[in-house]
């Protein structure tokens, strides 16, 4: 008989390290009278300095969103777009969706070659990247209708940051440095993010005179100082430039959609998260509805019975974004059968305990499926209003292009379209028909602000960026929350894993699993690749540190952001 000392000290250290690893989080950031999360700490105080101006949440989202287009540049957009989702103190909820849509020239097979194969960047690095912007119509939109404060109120500190410059400290640089040899491709983008064709080095200043002057058209005419006259032109004329194909007709045609969001129960809990043309809400509630029906606190927090639930809940509600799932306005989203809990049971069964899921084996029209870089942040107010903002130009400084003369980075959002059935995409996303490209389409986006509520109010806002890792991200951080009763800060740090459906393995963060936990789960037939580059959560717990826990004091807000950028900043007041 083998000697079970051995392995029980294994598995005893094993825990110590975890639940060392646990309680070393520092104590959530608390607040009397709301709270702001950011990537970067300067747009954060913007957020803070609009709320105790009096402003709403909405005033100070709309303010962020204009400081991150200049302070985070490589997610904070002018010229990229996103989702916004809202929950009001009176109970209302909506969703703003800002998504770029495709070009009117754009067409199904405009990145194949002429014997139908995807050519490589054109999708990513090219003017033909570029989708038409939507952001400043939506956070236009966003203060116009639910908004307090005036325009020129919340832009100038935009304004500022880009007029007179910013002191750039180490997040700062190392998201730079990140794309120096690209920003040296394009003189317009060379001229404003290398210093005299050097990369930045910490405690220089970073000046955008162009960008200030465009900021100040929209100051000064809302909307139409963007998508009408020298702005748009000039956009226009330098993708033409470019080989692109954006014409005024794109600007003029576009509009921010107002939707309902997509809704579930989640053990008792409100989950208010984005609807299509994002995947995140329904593919959240999907995964949340089949764990709904195991006892994931019982199992234990990264029990391999637990991770293994997890990652097969990925695995098959994945099949389903990517097959199903695409713009409203062109394709019919079977939402009522991915949300329902039924369906959700059916998947269930599908599950076997101690055995993975073959994702070659699992797709369209095998039961019980049918055939057919981003930035986040979330803002809470003394009166109750919850705000989730996903914004994004893609990948990391969009297409690294910057339309001369107005300071905006482009997005390469097109590569979130399927530019050919069964090829992975820059997440390594396999999509279907229901991405395709066609002419003012948005193309399907992970992006998830979502809002958890409790008896009609706000008690969590959460989102961040990361391609195709924003879901899971965001299940992750709900599940520690609500199941494992971790508070904000320890529920945004844990380590975290995803799986996509394609390809097959597991990634997993280090120290997400124990040695014994990932043998047991390989012994099942899981296979396990390398941590993705991480994602960046800005999540917020209202009322106590962690859900049916004490307040500190009088604080009502407790703010947690991500650890694993070192730009970003949770701050209340």
Not at 45 to 56: A, P
Not at 147 to 170: C, M, N, S
Not at 462 to 470: D, K
Request: charged share 20%.
């Amino acid at each position: 008989m083998n000697n079970p000392v051995p392995r029980l000290l294994v598995l005893l250290t094993t825990w110590a390290a975890l639940t060392t690893a646990h309680a070393a989080s520092v104590a959530p950031v608390a607040a009397e009278n709301g709270m702001v999360v950011t990537a970067q700490h300067l747009a954060t105080r913007v957020g803070v300095d609009v709320l105790k101006d009096g402003g709403n949440a909405v005033d100070a989202a709309v303010a962020v969103g204009y400081a991150l287009a200049v302070v985070y540049p490589a997610a904070g957009n002018l010229g990229g777009g996103g989702f916004m989702t809202v929950q009001l103190a009176d109970g209302r909820k909506t969703f703003l969706d800002f998504r770029e849509k495709a070009p009117l020239a754009a067409t199904a097979n405009m990145y194949l070659d002429k014997d139908g194969n995807v050519i490589k960047g054109l999708s990513t690095r090219s003017h033909l990247a570029v989708g038409v912007p939507g952001s400043v119509s939506g956070l236009e939109y966003a203060l116009r209708k639910y908004g307090t404060l005036k325009r020129a109120t919340v832009i100038a500190p935009a304004i500022h940051y880009a007029e007179k410059g910013f002191v750039l400290d180490q997040g700062d640089i190392d998201m730079l440095q990140s794309a120096t040899d690209d920003f040296r491709k394009d003189p317009a983008t060379a001229a404003i993010f290398l210093n005299k064709g050097e990369p930045f080095q910490v405690g220089q200043k970073l000046v955008q005179k162009d960008l200030a002057t465009t900021l100040k058209a929209i100051r000064d005419k809302g909307e139409a100082g963007f998508y009408k006259g020298p702005v748009a032109a000039a956009i226009v004329a330098s993708s033409q430039a470019g080989k692109g194909i954006l014409q005024q007709a794109d600007f003029d045609q576009y509009t921010t959609r107002e939707l309902q969001p997509v809704e579930c129960d989640y053990r008792g809990y409100r989950v208010v998260s984005a609807p299509p043309p994002s995947s995140g809400g329904v593919i959240i509630c999907e995964m949340l509805n089949i764990l709904e029906g195991y006892p994931l606190k019982e199992l234990g927090f990264r029990s391999a019975q637990a991770v293994h639930y997890q990652i097969e809940a990925m695995r098959h509600a994945y099949v389903d974004r990517n097959s199903y799932l695409g713009d409203p306005d062109f394709v019919k989203n079977p939402l009522d059968r991915l949300l329902s809990k039924a369906y959700a049971a059916q998947i269930r069964a599908a599950i076997q305990p101690n055995k993975a899921g073959v994702s070659q084996e699992i797709k369209p029209g095998v039961a019980p499926h049918e055939g057919s870089n981003t930035t986040h942040y979330s803002i809470v107010d003394k009166w109750g209003n919850a705000v989730s903002v996903t914004y994004t130009l893609n990948d990391w400084f969009g297409a690294r292009l910057t339309a001369a003369k107005t300071g905006v980075l482009l997005n390469d959002e097109m590569d979130d379209f399927t530019a050919k059935v069964g090829v992975p995409n820059l997440y390594g996303l396999v999509q279907g028909e229901a991405n395709k490209i066609e002419p003012g389409k948005r193309p399907l986006s992970s992006m998830s602000p979502t809002i958890v509520s409790k008896d009609g109010k706000p008690v969590m806002v959460v989102g961040t960026p990361g391609g195709s890792r924003i879901i899971t991200a965001v299940l992750h951080t709900m599940i520690n929350v609500i199941d494992y009763g971790m508070d904000v800060q320890e529920a945004t740090d844990a380590p975290r894993f995803h799986q996509q459906w394609l390809p097959e393995a597991t990634n997993v963060e280090d120290f997400a699993l124990s040695p014994d936990t990932r043998k047991i789960l390989e012994g099942w037939g899981h296979k396990f690749a390398e941590p993705q580059p991480a994602n960046h959560l800005a999540t917020i717990l209202v009322g106590a540190p962690k859900l049916g826990g004490k307040p500190v004091g009088k604080n009502r807000f407790y703010g947690a952001n991500d650890p694993r950028r070192n730009s970003g900043l949770a701050l209340g007041h």
